[in-house]
């Protein structure tokens, strides 16, 4: 909401870059190592938690105590595009269930008779496709709703209802089970 679609895309790229690392790990058989390590599981799992708690304080903390129009610019211009997919890149990378998922979907695509790397090349294309146009959704979105948050008095809370929700998605990935 605070940068805008297009500065997003920096993000975007970020969240593509290592989903397409998850699905080619996932496509490549590493998968199923990591699902039947346990242990590395959990140590992906609890720095991807961690990860989130830590930008959930931040925001939570954060001076602003709300999105206002003439300030976005200004907050565009102090965060480079490269921390941008940085932060992107590291909240995906933080998520190992992907790798899980991509494991347990993939195969359900993948015909044994055929030949593989046309199966494999497709199955990334679509999932780079629809991963890159949900990131797009959802920027695209957050620019558009970003005018009322800045117009209603609810406005002063989104940085401590987006904190508490980033701290507790942090609290929910390091308690689950799988």
Known sequence: MEFGAKRSLASAMGNLTVTLIQAFISIAGLGAILIASEYTFQIVKLMGAAYLVYL???ILFSSKASIKLKERNQSQNEISLGKMYLQAALVTAGNPKA????TAV???FIIPEAAFLPQFFLLMS????IAFSCFMLYAISGQKIVYIFSQ????????KIIGGTFIG???SLAAGNK
């Open 169 to 171: 998605a942090g609290i």
């Open 106 to 108: 993939f195969p359900q």
């Open 126 to 129: 679509m999932g780079s496709l």
């Open 56 to 58: 959930g304080i931040g």
């Open 99 to 102: 790798i899980v998922f991509f």
């Open 152 to 159: 209603a008095t609810v406005g002063k809370y989104i940085n």
